[in-house]
């Protein structure tokens, strides 16, 4: 079983900053497999397509031009958890953030989404 948690979403005025987190866990999610498995970030909002902000697989790391220069995904092993470090937030941001976990063989997985709302 495999069990994928974002947080850290929230109401925010335009140009501050937040952190989202996602937690992957499960008895399949062993650090040795979480450390080659590919992470990304998704966003939706309503009436859109869901599309990838950012994603992370071993040392590879891809942003939407939307999102460069002021995201930053990374990745703690350890913890078996990945990060989106959103800075100088734009109303344009707003939207429901999905992290998604692939395991390749193990199975692909989403979280349940955050909230991240910008706007003054």
């Known amino acids: 079983q495999v069990q994928v948690v974002e947080s850290g979403g929230g109401l925010v005025q335009p140009g501050e900053s937040l952190r989202l987190s996602c937690a992957a866990s499960?008895?399949?999610?062993?650090?040795?497999?979480?450390?080659?498995?590919?992470m990304g970030w998704y966003r939706q909002t309503p009436g859109k397509q869901r599309e990838l902000v950012a994603d992370?697989?071993?040392?590879?790391?891809n942003y939407a031009d939307s999102v460069q220069g002021r995201f930053a995904i990374s990745r703690d092993n350890a913890k078996t958890t990945v990060y989106l470090q959103m800075n100088s937030l734009k109303p344009e941001d707003t939207a429901v953030y999905y992290c998604n976990l692939d395991l390749f063989e193990l199975g692909n997985y989403w979280g349940q989404g955050t909230q991240v709302t910008v706007s003054s």
């Open positions: 992370i697989t071993r040392g590879r790391i």
């Open positions: 499960g008895s399949a999610v062993s650090r040795s497999i979480f450390s080659v498995a590919a």
